[in-house]
């Protein structure tokens, strides 16, 4: 492990951990041990062979053999070598990785709503159900829209979905228009979406500010606009102080207003998207209300909209019948139709209300609250030493650039692979693209103020470092299992999964690369 003097003290345990068993081959089968011993046969032997004919192995295949144990410690092992929200910060901006409360899970392994079947009949899923109308009540409420769809999976299938609400509008009105307004700003996931809906995607300049230009969006929409697609607060972290007057300029138009709420968790319980302008939004469960999320899902990505759009909701939808029970509603003919089997993530719904009736209105604004001012906190102890690019006042994330320490060949990747010795999660980089060489930081509300400067400590120390010392930050990461990877390589050819013997292994220790 490559260290200078003074910081030691600031890097943690789990990043010492990461470095312990080392020299222990990967390969552990041998042949011969088992995990597992089967009880004597007590039913009549039959013949596979004459029961399955050729789909009969003789053999298990290249499996390894192993005891109990060492498969136990080989995956506990793997798991130290990995980073985890329960370990420390992740403050991977615009992720809201916060901390998943237990009672969450507790509730959601309840035998009731664990074992419920899909399938089972409505009169035996009150229970289901009526989590699913309490949490569309709840995220109604804290929007301050009309109607909800929990269907969507993800963030991103929630704007899909939404985008389609639009276009099923606007061709219910004769003319599903052919454009979508998106700012340079936006998630990569908002002009995806909006080609995937079969838009053309018209880019809008950022201000001064990080903000839209209302001016210049006057000029562009026109009567082919469909929607507009708006993160609120953008994805620096700025808060849209016209969107009243960004939402009339669009209705001016007949054209829509999407808020892309994954960074709602900045406005719960202060401000609601309905009472500003707002069309039609997605929530990111698996941001905003808690839910762990990573290594791709599950998630969960509601999409609530104005009464105008209702109609067009994914089928089904929750409904209270005559008989005072609650019943899937089929009956939609102007639904955009389904987007996902079934009814959604439904361990994701139970997860979010836990959190949302945990905490109660005035719990869920100061979560808001909290996740504001540990931002700027954060911002303040750092901005003598990182370019703060824009001075807005910041929400829940700040975004810094690299532009001081690129003088000294630095640049935020590297900072964010050398934070990981510190034992911290990388912030995210280079996001948003109009920050060149951006640091975008998001603490999130779970972390104690004691979390928060041993961060603070370990982002100065890095400056500090970028001045005396660059090359221990370029050549970071030192003290994990491997240092850098070709990402490129990782990303277009990937390994995922054991491929035999070690002379076909791939070679996963790569020297250090330009990042
Ligand atoms: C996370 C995020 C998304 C996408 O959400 P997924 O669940 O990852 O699909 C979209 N927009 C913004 C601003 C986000 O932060």
Known sequence: MATTDGFVGTMRKVTAHLTQNEGLSFEKSSPGKKGYRLAPLDVPEVDAAALLGGAVRDDVGALPELSEIEIIRHFTRLSTWNYAIDLGMYPLGSCTMKYNPRVNELVSRLEGIAEAHPYQ???????????????????????????????????????????????????????????????????????????????????????????????????????????????????????????????????????????DGANMNALVGKTRPGDFGVDVMHLNLHKTFSTPHGGGGPGSGPVACKKILEPFLPSPVVAQGEDGLLHWNYDRPKSVGRVRMLYGNFGMFVRALAYTLANGPDGLRQTTEDAVLNANYIRKKLEDVYELPYTTPSMHEVVFSDKRQVKNGVKTGDIAKRLIDYGFHPYTTSFPLIVPGALMIEPTESESREELDLFVDAMRQIAREVEENPQVVITAPHATRISRLDETGAARKPVLRWKGPPEDAVEVDTPAKEW
């Open 121 to 259: 009949p409505e009169s035996l899923s009150q229970g289901a159900l009526e989590i699913v109308k309490l949490l569309q009540d709840c995220l109604i409420e804290i929007t301050g829209m009309d109607a909800i769809t929990l269907q969507p999976a993800a963030g991103a299938h929630g704007e899909f979905t939404g985008i389609l609400l639009a276009r099923a509008y606007h061709q219910s009105k004769g003319n599903a228009r052919k454009t979508v307004i998106i700012p340079d700003s936006a998630h990569g996931t908002n002009p995806a979406t909006a080609a995937s809906c079969g838009y053309q995607v018209i880019n809008l300049k950022s201000n001064a500010q990080g903000g839209v230009d209302v001016a210049a969006l006057a000029q562009i929409v026109n009567e082919d606009t469909a929607a507009m697609m708006l993160t609120n607060p953008s994805t620096i972290g700025v808060f849209e102080n016209e969107i009243h007057k960004i939402a009339d300029v669009l209705h001016d138009k007949g054209a829509l207003l999407y808020m």
